[in-house]
């Protein structure tokens, strides 16, 4: 007899001896969360529990450390403009935007692409609700990710959704206030503490250049008090840098200290409200601040934790196999990217390897450190990688391959191409319509050059974009290239 049947069988059982009917006996309701008991801060407990929560509360609240410390750094920057000249940053409250692709030396963020014009900005929501103007783009490609502080993305806005050119209200979750005529919609974000990344698709012409510069000097965002109702401008080719004395190493910056996690994890639990079923472990968390903020030896030991926990869980995730699930022929695809719920695996390792992706209808990411036999990426070797006619990642947007380093970084080269799709106008397909492109520290020569990616000698990654894409590339059914080794 299973579970259920044996429950079944003793309700119908009780309910005969006391004289009743059988019909099935209630189940008492269960108890609300504010009823339950909670853990007390006055025991003493051993210092493997305590580093047992200590762990699963460093790799739960990466991400959102990560996010809480971007906010601090970035929005210290005096006015909107390029931080050390390759990165937008902004006061609180207003983004910055490049007015080309982003610079193959920034640091700042993993895995950017060479196929958009970024922008970013952070905000505080409840503070003062924010205001983001969309200009028209027409039939270009654009979106505007809104991220929460947990990385999810709230709102939607861009070209998937049919967004139309206006002024878009970013608001948090306790604001309460009039919304003002002349608001195209109202994006509420779930914490506080939010950003925007817009992301505008560029070709890789000079002409393009030229024609996109009036749209993206229209991106612009300020807190609601400065709304006027008419757009707002700004230069962004001519808007001042800012400097930036610690820019420099080859990893990203690091956005988590684990000496520092726990100084501030306190503040990052009060900050973002529990999602549905995480009240029982938020109470595990406070009750762990709470019984270590009475034992030096106890706050030690999580320190201790926080830098074994980020070595040995959070830095594998930069190995693409840890990231997503398998698509086939070696590569693994993004899953529920920037909508994570409580999938906490595939958020602090994205966190960590490449955040802020766009959500899986905007965005679809397929990745590899390794060829079709398993054999891992090397510079010092030749790779071809085709793409049969018409197997394309089919698109509603543009797509793209893209080679990074070991760290996630482009590998500067004297072709100053990082990546190749859609944008690049001057790929050539093979007689039958195929397309291959090439992947090595060496020049293929000839006609092939054009299709090449340059490598750095050792270890390097491919990552493929799908954006907008189409019901293929949704349901799977679409799968990316072999990576064949050529010599």
Same mark, same amino acid.
């Given at each position: ?17 006391? !004289? ?5 006996? =209630? ?51 005096? *006015?909107?403009?390029?931080?050390? /000249? ?7 409250? =207003? ?24 922008? %970013? ?12 103007? #969309? ?40 604001? =309460? ?69 610690? =820019? ?14 726990? $100084? ?12 549905? /079923? ?10 762990? &601040? ?52 409580? $999938? ?10 490449? &955040? ?22 090397? !510079? ?7 793409? #049969? ?13 893209? %080679? ?6 482009? *590998? ?22 195929? %397309?291959? %492109? ?37 349901? !799977? ?11």
């Amino acid at each position: 007899m299973n579970r259920h049947a044996i429950r079944i069988a003793t309700a119908v059982v009780s309910t005969a001896l006391a !004289g009743g009917s059988t019909a099935y006996a =209630q189940q008492a309701p269960a108890p609300a969360f504010a009823d339950l008991a909670m853990p007390s801060a006055d025991v003493i407990p051993s210092e493997a529990y305590i580093r047992s929560v200590a762990r699963s509360a460093y790799v739960w609240g990466w991400p959102m450390m990560n996010m809480l410390n971007r906010r601090a750094r970035i929005t210290q920057a005096p *006015h909107p403009g390029l931080l050390g /000249g390759v990165l937008p940053a902004a006061p609180r409250g =207003q983004i910055a935007m490049l007015h080309d692709y982003i610079a193959p030396n920034q640091r700042f963020i993993a895995c950017p692409n060479q196929d958009v014009v970024y922008g %970013l900005g952070f905000f505080d929501l409840d503070t003062e609700p924010v205001v983001i103007q #969309a200009p028209d783009f027409g039939d270009r490609f654009w979106v505007y990710a809104l991220y929460d502080q947990r990385t999810d993305q709230y709102g939607e806005l861009g070209k998937p959704y049919g967004s139309e050119p206006g002024f878009y209200l970013l608001v948090g979750p306790n604001w =309460q206030g009039e919304i003002p005529d002349g608001i195209s919609g109202v994006m509420h974000s779930p914490t506080s503490l939010a950003n925007a990344i817009p992301r505008i698709f560029q070709n890789d012409t000079d002409e393009d250049r030229a024609a996109i510069q009036p749209l993206i000097n229209q991106v612009v965002a300020y807190p609601l008090s400065e709304f006027t109702g008419e757009m707002k401008s700004i230069d962004w080719a001519t808007a001042p840098d800012i400097e930036n004395p610690e =820019q420099g190493g080859n990893a990203e910056t690091r956005w988590v200290v684990p000496d520092k996690f726990f $100084d501030q994890f306190t503040e990052v639990l009060a900050m973002v409200p529990p999602l549905p /079923g995480e009240e029982a472990m938020y109470a595990q968390f406070q009750w762990l &601040m709470d019984v270590v903020a009475a034992d030096p030896a106890l706050k030690a030991a999580i320190v201790d934790e926080a830098g074994k926990a980020e070595a040995e869980i959070i830095t594998p995730f930069l190995q693409w196999k840890h990231n997503g699930k398998p698509a086939g022929k070696g590569w693994n695809r993004s899953v529920n990217n920037a909508q994570w719920g409580v $999938d906490y695996y595939d958020r602090t390792g994205t966190a960590r390897s490449n &955040m802020f992706d766009n959500r899986p209808n905007e965005t679809q990411y397929f990745y590899t450190d390794n060829d079709a036999a398993g054999g891992v990426l090397d !510079g010092s070797k030749a790779y071809a990688i085709t793409f #049969a006619a018409g197997e394309e990642p089919p698109v509603n947007g543009f797509w793209s391959m893209t %080679l990074y380093n070991k760290e996630h970084f482009f *590998h500067p080269n004297e072709l100053n191409r990082y990546s190749l799709g859609t944008k690049n106008t001057t790929l050539t397909r093979n007689a039958d319509g195929s %397309l291959t %492109l090439y992947a090595g520290a060496t020049s293929p020569g000839g006609e092939k050059e054009a299709n090449w990616l340059p490598a750095p000698d050792g270890a390097f990654s491919l990552y493929i974009r799908a954006y907008w894409g189409k019901e293929a590339i949704l349901d !799977g059914t679409w799968q990316p290239p072999t990576i064949e080794l050529v010599e």
